[in-house]
């Protein structure tokens, strides 16, 4: 059982929008510490996707974004694509754990 | 570029150890926390433990607590997780990763290695 509450499956067409949730606790994402959003296609190390809340590293593309709403957090992907299809995970901090914590991952499927 | 390239996984017998190993280049090595997250077959990542750059702090999540050491040498831009006692639970692959921001542990993680399956079975 993870720290950080993720859907096991999201799935959309190309095209759409979908809306990937993280939701944490008064510990973690509720206390203020920031949450970072990673993308891991099949067979590969994860990869920062979105970090404290809505920022984007160099290359990865605007159609991904990010907000946070008190103790929860939602990673947005606009203009699905084939190739977004991955497994994303939500990351913060727990100050009652003293240690990162992760969602347990949200399989994108694109249909 | 930054690199962070693992050597040391491999079979092992419950109760046993195995050191990992990370070589970082690309960056100012002791400028930066680095981290160990693991994954086990099928599941999602689990933090296992950070290293301030100086390596003077070490942080571990408490399924590995006791049992596994986090250490850094600067000088050679590597970093190593000693793992003993390990147990069936142990199994999965191990990332190293660094931390993004400068000197500052609670960074997301910016970089990561390519990833050394450790298996534990008997």
């Known amino acids: 059982q993870s720290v950080l509450t993720q859907p096991p499956s999201v799935s959309g067409t190309p095209g759409q929008r979908v809306t990937i949730s993280c939701t944490g606790t008064s510990s973690n994402i509720g206390a203020g510490y920031d949450v970072h959003w990673y993308q891991q296609l099949p067979r590969t190390a994860p990869k920062l996707l979105i970090y404290t809340f809505n920022n984007r590293p160099s290359g990865v593309p605007d159609r991904f974004s990010g907000s946070k709403s008190d103790t929860s957090a939602s990673l947005v992907i606009t203009g699905l694509q084939g190739e977004d299809e991955a497994d994303y995970y939500c990351q913060s901090y727990d100050r009652s754990l003293s240690g990162w914590v992760f969602g347990g991952g949200t399989k994108l499927t694109v249909l | 570029d930054v690199v962070l390239l693992q050597s040391g996984g491999g079979l092992v017998q419950p109760g046993g150890s195995l050191r990992l190993s990370c070589a970082a280049s690309g960056f100012t090595f002791s400028n930066y926390a680095m981290n160990w997250v693991r994954q086990a077959p099928g599941k999602g990542l689990e933090w296992v433990s950070s290293i301030s750059g100086g390596g003077d702090a070490t942080y571990y999540a408490d399924s590995v607590k006791g049992r596994f050491t986090f250490s850094r040498d600067n000088s050679q831009s590597m970093v190593y997780l000693q793992m003993i006692s390990l147990t069936v639970e142990d199994t999965a692959v191990y990332y190293c990763?660094?931390?993004?921001?400068?000197?500052?542990?609670?960074?997301?993680?910016?970089?990561w290695g390519q990833g050394s399956l450790v298996t534990v079975s008997s």
């Open positions: 990763a660094k931390t993004s921001a400068l000197y500052q542990l609670l960074s997301p993680f910016d970089s």
